[in-house]
């Protein structure tokens, strides 16, 4: 059997952004329950978010075996009792697993995969979270009427190129997967460039929806957003 740290992931963009994306998740994660993150790849944000926030039982999951493998080892490692196991759970997927959760945080997997694993994100979301509950994603987005830079575009060409069913998504077709547009919006530390952008949004689910979207080196990429969607009554 392999050992622990061989078992261990690494993504460098976790060290860039788990920092800039914590002070996000502080306005927009509830006091205490339980945060279930999807796609949690690495598991370093899973430790990262589980230290900095020791009220939240954090819920790591990923549909990769080795991707939960990598999870439980950096959590072994990190030995943290608000932390559990990871557990196998594909965000397109009709039926998740049966747990329960105040708060989703789903960290750039929109753009890495169909997307058919977003509408059932959200349709899970629909399904799991309480009214008032948070969906949080992060990730490169394209807004329309915004001009989208350069490195993006490159980016979504290289991705498409990788698999036909992946690029970068467009908020406007985020919008016909959420609900009603929230009263407020999320707001990045005040270091970074912000341009919130409210939208008219239409869907089965109900999510109210908001964006930030910043430009920053620290989190890595040119156009990404903090997106928080709270779940209707």
Known sequence: ARQAGQLKRHAPATARNSQPLAEVLARELPASGTVLEIASGSGEHAVFMARRFPALDWQPSDRDAEALASVDAWAAEARLANLRPAIALDAAAPDWPN????????????????????????AGAGRVLGSGAPLVLYGPFVEPDVETAASNH??????????????????????????????????????????????????????????TRCSSRKLGCANCAVASFSRAG
Not at 103 to 115: D, E, G, Q, R
Not at 174 to 188: K, M, T, V
Not at 194 to 206: G, L
Request: net charge positive; hydrophobic share 45%.
């Open 99 to 122: 747990v329960s959760a105040d708060a989703l945080l789903c960290v750039n997997m929109v753009h890495i995969s169909p997307w058919d694993a977003a509408v059932g994100l959200f």
């Open 154 to 211: 490159a980016f979504d060409q290289s991705l498409r190129q990788r698999d036909p069913a992946w690029g970068l998504r467009s908020t406007a077709d985020l919008d016909r997967l959420a609900g009603e547009p929230s009263a407020r919006q999320a707001s990045l530390p005040a270091s970074f460039r912000i341009k919130p952008a409210s939208f008219s949004i239409r869907a089965e689910r109900r999510l109210r929806f908001n964006s």
